[in-house]
């Protein structure tokens, strides 16, 4: 059951790269440096949008070739009531994000763009796109008589449910610095652990990256 | 905000020793080799019986001494509708709890015993136990004029959802032998996590200990 399909995680995040090892897949990671615009406004669909335009420029900067290719984009945000919280700018900024959070039920939104086209010689499949004329900009179909590209896009919702957080455990998980790089400034796979009371949904999906979804969409594809 | 107690780990599992080390406490790993007797018959009944008896043993083998000392003890069990499912002993096994466990959720607890004694001589509370008379067998109050031992017993139940698992699916999990030394036949912290839709509760109370709920509950002692 090795995947049969060259993937590719279009992602410089460290965490998807292990989730995506977590479970059993062969990858390499592209990573492009496309100029992230936001369209929307919704968390989730924020989330997708970037997530397309991720998995779409990874995409158009690989050769085509006789392999069947799987790009993956995805991009996460956390929610507070519908407000998004981004990664922090700055130790304070962390420590106003933490304090907003504490005690409270936050959402998380992973979006995941799969972007599937299938080799030069080996097409299986010469089938239309599956998106219904709704494909995303910049998505080519049918090129060249090959089996036509095709594409999911979806996301995953996580709730976050928090201890509450005193000043002191505030100051100290901040000071650990594992707050920098993350958005809503906490890391659920780290120390931060001890002040989460539960979740309600996928936790990968917190981490950066719904695995479970995520191999039950590709698996049609890869294996 | 380092622990100023000596924490003892009375668990084998490597799995319990990462988590507790993943929010940042210093401990160490005392394995009692008590026969574990249960006479309960309810999963969170079972759980929170079997950890007082591995707390209890191993404070009982470690030398009174000056610091103060928090022994942890956890014990973890899957169940389906109410029913126990222990550690497979057989591949074949296995495959017969993960098809009982395809498309359905299923419950998972842990549960943990906390024993705290003071040291020697820096008893800064002599006052009773607060367990109200209603202390396991074993533990020792008020011996020669040292603060009271004191309790906590308590069980995290998670929910957890399976998406359904093909007979090919099965063979192929049962095959990497990541199943062999867990409740349920499952490790959802490894492959296994490409099967799960996602769960209710606190996720590392599935991998074996809840460490949000016991770092809330031992605070008071350890910092």
């Given at each position: ?6 993937i590719i995680?279009?992602?410089a995040?460290?965490?998807?790269r292990?989730l995506?090892?977590q479970?059993?897949l062969d990858?390499e ?42 790009v ?15 990664k ?6 962390a420590?106003?994000?933490?304090r ?12 995941v ?10 097409s ?11 494909c ?15 594409h ?6 996580t ?10 455990e505030?100051?100290?998980y901040?000071a ?29 999906n917190v ?17």
């Amino acid at each position: 059951m090795r995947n049969r399909t060259r993937i590719i995680l279009a992602s410089a995040s460290p965490r998807r790269r292990e989730l995506l090892a977590q479970i059993g897949l062969d990858f390499e990671v592209r990573v492009s440096d496309v100029e992230e615009k936001v369209s929307a406004t919704l968390p989730w669909q924020v989330v997708e949008e970037l997530s397309v335009q991720k998995a779409e420029a990874v995409l158009a900067a690989v050769q085509d070739g006789e392999e069947d290719m799987l790009v993956i984009g995805a991009d996460t945000v956390v929610a507070l009531e519908g407000r998004i919280l981004g990664k922090p700018h700055s130790p304070r900024e962390a420590e106003e994000m933490l304090r907003e959070l504490s005690g409270k039920t936050h959402e998380v939104y992973t979006g995941v763009t799969l972007l599937y086209r299938p080799g030069r010689e080996v097409s299986r499949d010469g089938a239309g796109t599956s998106c219904g004329g709704q494909c995303p900009a910049g998505l080519r179909q049918d090129r060249s008589g090959r089996g036509a590209e095709r594409h999911k896009t979806f996301h995953e919702r996580t709730g976050v449910a928090f201890c509450p957080l005193t000043e002191e455990e505030i100051a100290f998980y901040v000071a650990t610095g594992d707050c920098m790089d993350k958005a809503g400034a906490y890391g659920i796979q780290g120390l931060f652990a001890r002040y989460v009371k539960g979740i309600e949904g996928d936790y990968n999906n917190v981490v950066g990256l719904p695995v479970g979804r995520l191999y039950q969409e590709a698996k049609e594809w890869i294996i």
